[in-house]
């Protein structure tokens, strides 16, 4: 079965900072990647997606951007942190019965 | 693009009741997931949905998709306070590559 690791849990970042959050799966070959961000009170929004290694696909103009060095590897950054890039963010892939998630990380912009 | 909107957006029912959430599509559903996810934490996979009229169980959770394949229900039968949360529904867009799309989501507390 996939497994999903996403760290840090949270991060506390002041505005015009940079940030990486990393992702990485296990029990599978050339997944499919996502990230995903949950506004508070809201749903969740697709950032960005993946097919394979330098293959990324953005859903929505941001501050952020995504890259996938290996195979099963998918790292989220940004250069200069706004405000507004706070929320809950998720990794994500899919599978034969479903897609699976990461626990998520928690980043909060001061 | 796809859109789905679920309802209602929150929900407190009493411990023991039965409750219904749905979730609705501007388009036809090719793929409709259910997620449960407790607060600042990742989703729990609950069920998919392919078939138009399609129903599945998991122990007090029952999924269905409509024949039109546009609109999806939850139901909880004789809810516990484990069955509180955010639940989501997901759906794949008919064409291109697999990317879910998420509704807004439906908050659920159960009161003792």
């Known amino acids: 079965s996939q497994t999903i690791h996403q760290w840090p849990a949270t991060l506390v970042q002041p505005v015009g900072s940079p940030l990486s959050l990393e992702c990485t799966v296990e029990?599978?070959?050339?997944?499919?990647l996502y990230w995903y961000r949950q506004a508070a009170g809201r749903g969740l929004q697709l950032l960005f997606y993946?097919?394979?290694?330098?293959?990324i696909s953005s859903e929505v103009p941001q501050n952020l951007s995504a890259s996938r060095p290996q195979d099963r590897q998918f790292i989220l950054s940004s250069k200069k942190l706004l405000l507004s890039d706070s929320g809950f963010y998720l990794c994500a892939t899919n599978a034969l019965y479903g897609y699976t998630f990461g626990s998520g990380t928690r980043l909060t912009v001061v | 693009s796809q859109e789905l909107e679920q309802s209602p957006q929150s929900l407190i029912v009493q411990e023991g009741k039965n409750l219904t959430i749905n979730c609705t599509s501007s388009k036809t559903l090719y793929g409709l997931y259910w997620y449960k996810q407790k607060y600042g934490e990742g989703l729990i996979f609950l069920m998919m949905l392919q078939k138009g009229g399609e129903e599945k169980s998991h122990e007090k959770i029952t999924a269905k998709l409509d024949e039109k394949k546009q609109q999806s229900s939850l139901h909880i039968t004789a809810s516990q306070p484990s069955h509180a949360g955010i639940y989501l529904c997901g759906a794949d867009p008919p064409q291109g590559a697999q990317k879910l799309v998420f509704g807004q989501g439906t908050r659920l507390t159960i009161n003792p």
């Open positions: 029990g599978t070959s050339n997944p499919n």
């Open positions: 993946s097919v394979g290694i330098g293959q």
